[in-house]
């Protein structure tokens, strides 16, 4: 299950594509991971960071904080 759990979230960070907004980012996870919404953001924001990936991690880090508390 970790697994699946796994390559959705690759999914998820790759089909959101250039360009996308912080407010459809956060859009996007909610609708998929409802609760989990920020986990599921967190990780694509730890990967990007494990990555090398600067814009992209500082990109994932607003998503993050876009979600607030309720995320």
Do not use: P
Not at 4 to 9: F, I, S, Y
Not at 46 to 69: C, E, T, Y
């Amino acid at each position: 299950m970790r697994d699946k759990g796994l390559k959705q979230q690759h999914c998820f960070e790759a089909a959101l594509g250039a360009g996308t907004t912080i407010e459809a980012a956060a859009a996007a996870a909610s609708s998929l991971y409802g609760a989990y919404a920020k986990t599921a953001v967190a990780w694509c924001a730890i990967h990007a960071r494990s990555d090398g990936r600067r814009g992209d991690f500082a990109f994932w880090v607003r998503v993050f904080r876009h979600l607030g508390d309720d995320g």
